[in-house]
Every structure is written in C-alpha cells, then in structure tokens.
C-alpha cells in the first residue's frame, strides 16, 4: 500500500496529467457549444410545445405543430410492422460479406433475440414513448458518435502517456540501478501498474464528468431527456445509409444509456493502461512505449477495416478496443451494419477480455524481467 501511494502521488503532482485532463476537457466543451448552438432553439421549442402546447411564432423544423402527426408517423414507419430478420436478411446481400459457418450461425442466434425484443418494444409502449425528434436532431450521435467517440480517443492517449511515464519514472530520474537492485524493489512495477490504473481511471471520470455535465446543462429539457427510451420511435436517426431505431437488448432510459457508456468509457481508458504497461517490459523509453500502444490500437483498426468480418480471423479482429471504440453509437443494441459486434455486452465483454489478456501476458514479462541485468 505505501508503494502503492508514492507511485499515485507521482502521478498527480506530474503537471502534464492536469494539463492533459484541462485540454481533454476544454475540448470537449467546445465541440458540445459548436453542435448545440444551432440545435438547441429548436429543441427548446419542440419541449416548450410538448410541455405547455404552446406553439412557437416560428416553425422552423416543421415538427411543433404536427408533433403528434411526426409522433404516428414515426411508430408506423419504424414499428407497426418492422420485420428485423428480414431487414438483416437484405442489407446481408447487398452490404455485407457472409462470415465463417460458426460465427454466422451465432449472429443469427442472436438476431431471433433481437426480434423477440422489437415485439417486446411494441407491446410494452416503449416504442411510443415522447422524445425530441431523432431524425431532425440527432442527439445520439451528437452524445455518442461525436463526443464519446473523441472521448475514448482522449482518454486512451491520456492512460498511454501516463502509464508509461510512471513506468519509467526511476529512468527519467537516474534511480533504476538502486530500486531495481532487489527483488523487492522490483516488485514495485505491479504498485506502478495498479497507480497508472487508478490514475487513468480517475482522468476518466474527471474528463466524463466535465463533458456530460455541460451538455446536460446546454441540452433544453435534459430531464425529459433522460426519462425517456432509447428505443423510441421518436428517438429514431439516420443510421449510415438507412433509418432505423435503437433496438437496446434491455429496456433502457437514456439516463441508464448514458450511465452504462460512461462505466464502459472507464474501462475502456483502464484498457489502454494495462496494454502500455505490458507493452512496457518491451522497452525502456517511455516515449517509444507510449508510440509502441499507439501503434497496436492503430494495426488493430487497419486489420479491422481489411478484414472485415469475411473470415473467422476478421471475426475475431471485431473484438478488440479498437472495434469496440469505432461502434461507440451501437453499444447495448443491435446494428445489422455491424453484424459482427452486435452482441448483449459486446462493449463491456471486450473490456474485460482484453485487461485479463494483459495480465496474464505480464505473467512471463515479469519472470524475464526479474532477472534482467540493469543497465
């Protein structure tokens, strides 16, 4: 635990976590103001004529006076008789390459879930739940595909840089020959891990905080926001080449959305940590550590847009971070655009899968490292 401490308190008096978290921070308060600040008028209007009837002296986005219409129309093109294993069936033909026989049949075990949970969505009355309009405002990809998506990116550079420079902390300061001269002494790279750990998770929920609480503030109405189902018709958005709803794989209000991205946005920064810090055992700069993690995730992203699901190697490429930081926007729901990750706990089971990979790789990395000279 004293180990444990020092290395934390190493971390946060280093100047440039703060500075990363302020600039990770001031970033994302801009791009919010940026996508708000046209969009919020009409929102607010919307919510006013919802909440009060009162219609606006303008009506700019053609929604306020014919919500109820906009409401009907939604549930009936989107709903009343939305067919989800026939929708799979043809974008299958025309999109998307037929995977290996076992991961085929498994996506399509799965899709009888999602058609068992669009009936459910119809007859429970989560379909017709109120909403600002999805397809005129976008918020789930203004949320999730904008700012979450540069989110993951932020905190993932932030865990690199920070983890690797705790791990080489004694080189930067020329004390390496005298801690690592017992054995003791070098068992504190696991108090190193466990501090970059803490440390990256805390950058997280400091920068995730910040983030969301501003565009709570900004967004009209947050409340009524997060009330109401992700999987709404009203919620319903432009989704690639198609619209479609959000078909969650659990009834889900958009404030447990919003809750469950931001927990796995968490692990998802804790991740990066654990890579860099097998990563490394590899080198003792931490510059080149740092570029070492970089240069990982970036290979996994190339080898997931070559091989794109076709194989049973593609399909196994689909559960990395990487994939699962691209599909931010279709976390807890179905995509048939991305058959491949479209699975119950797909997003949390990548997190956990790839930081016990990386523990248990530290295993032989440390036995080497305990009898390594030092240099």
């Known amino acids: 635990m004293m180990f444990f401490k020092n290395e934390i308190r190493k971390i946060l008096r280093f100047p440039l976590f703060w500075v990363m978290i302020a600039v990770c921070a001031g970033l994302n308060l801009f791009v919010i103001a940026d996508s708000m600040s046209y969009e919020r008028v009409g929102i607010q209007a919307v919510n006013d004529y919802v909440r009060s009837g009162n219609v606006p002296s303008y009506d700019e986005y053609n929604v306020c006076v014919n919500y109820d219409a906009v409401k009907e129309s939604a549930y009936d093109q989107y709903y009343k008789d939305f067919d989800i294993l026939a929708f799979k069936a043809d974008i299958e033909k025309m999109f998307v390459t037929k995977s290996s026989a076992a991961a085929q049949k498994l996506i399509d075990r799965h899709y009888q879930k999602a058609a068992a949970r669009v009936d459910e969505i119809r007859q429970d009355g989560e379909a017709y739940d109120n909403y600002y309009p999805g397809v005129t405002f976008s918020l789930h990809e203004m949320l999730y595909g904008n700012l979450f998506s540069l989110l993951l990116f932020e905190l993932a550079v932030t865990a690199c840089f920070m983890t690797a420079y705790l791990m080489k902390y004694e080189e930067f300061h020329d004390t390496h020959q005298n801690v690592y001269a017992t054995k003791i002494g070098r068992g504190i790279v696991f108090s190193k891990a466990a501090a970059s750990v803490a440390a990256s998770a805390l950058a997280a929920v400091i920068v995730i905080t910040a983030s969301v609480t501003c565009f709570l503030v900004i967004l009209p109405q947050s409340w009524t926001f997060l009330q109401s189902s992700v999987s709404a018709a009203m919620a319903t958005e432009d989704r690639g080449m198609v619209c479609y709803p959000f078909i969650t794989w659990t009834r889900m209000s958009q404030l447990g959305y919003l809750l469950r991205a931001c927990a796995v946005t968490v692990g998802y920064t804790v991740t990066a940590s654990l890579v860099t810090f097998v990563l490394s055992f590899v080198s003792k700069n931490a510059y080149v550590?740092?570029?070492?993690?970089?240069?990982?995730?970036?290979?996994?992203?190339?080898?997931?847009?070559?091989?794109?699901?076709?194989?049973?190697?593609?399909?196994?490429?689909?559960?990395?971070?990487?994939?699962?930081?691209?599909?931010?926007?279709?976390?807890?729901?179905?995509?048939?655009?991305?058959?491949?990750?479209?699975?119950?706990?797909y997003e949390t089971w990548v997190c956990i899968v790839w930081q016990l990979l990386a523990l248990a790789v530290t295993l032989p990395l440390w036995r080497y490292f305990r009898k390594a000279g030092i240099h």
């Open 289 to 345: 550590n740092a570029v070492l993690t970089a240069m990982l995730y970036f290979a996994l992203f190339v080898a997931a847009v070559v091989f794109p699901g076709s194989n049973l190697f593609g399909f196994v490429l689909m559960f990395t971070p990487t994939a699962g930081m691209l599909n931010v926007s279709d976390w807890f729901m179905e995509y048939v655009f991305t058959p491949y990750v479209s699975y119950p706990g």
